[in-house]
């Protein structure tokens, strides 16, 4: 997968995501773009951070970061299939509407139980 593949497929997750979900403010909000930067601090574990735009019209602009899992190694090129987040995980999706800020954290992925 590529880099502008993984940034659409992220999308269209992050709407799938919204649309399930039980709270009806987040239901009805989508996801019409992100895009990032893989961010390699001097120590610590690498994250994706950059702009996303959300919301009721999918054009509010937002600031997100994506927490890597911890098994991912990102030494050598970035393994972009392996940071999407499958289908039957939820909860690795924080929206704060108020302070336009949205975090991803696949190590909180849950195995969704239908």
Same mark, same amino acid.
């Given at each position: 997968? $590529?880099?502008?593949?993984?940034?659409?497929?992220?999308?269209?997750?992050?709407?799938?995501?919204?649309?399930? $979900?039980?709270?009806?403010?987040?239901?009805?909000?989508?996801?019409?773009?992100?895009?990032?930067?893989?961010?390699?601090?001097?120590?610590?574990?690498?994250?994706?951070?950059?702009?996303?735009?959300?919301?009721?019209?999918?054009?509010?602009?937002?600031?997100?970061?994506?927490?890597?899992?911890?098994?991912?190694?990102?030494?050598?090129?970035?393994?972009?299939?392996?940071?999407?987040?499958?289908?039957?995980?939820?909860?690795?999706?924080?929206?704060?509407?108020?302070?336009?800020?949205?975090?991803?954290?696949?190590?909180?992925?849950? $195995?969704?139980?239908?």
């Amino acid at each position: 997968m $590529t880099e502008d593949e993984f940034w659409r497929k992220l999308e269209w997750r992050i709407c799938l995501e919204l649309s399930e $979900t039980n709270d009806k403010i987040f239901r009805w909000i989508w996801c019409d773009g992100i895009r990032g930067n893989l961010v390699r601090p001097p120590s610590g574990q690498p994250y994706l951070a950059g702009s996303i735009w959300i919301g009721s019209d999918g054009q509010t602009e937002m600031q997100f970061t994506m927490q890597l899992p911890r098994e991912i190694s990102i030494d050598g090129p970035t393994p972009w299939s392996a940071l999407l987040p499958a289908e039957n995980l939820t909860g690795w999706l924080f929206v704060d509407l108020q302070k336009k800020i949205v975090a991803i954290d696949l190590n909180r992925a849950e $195995t969704f139980n239908s």
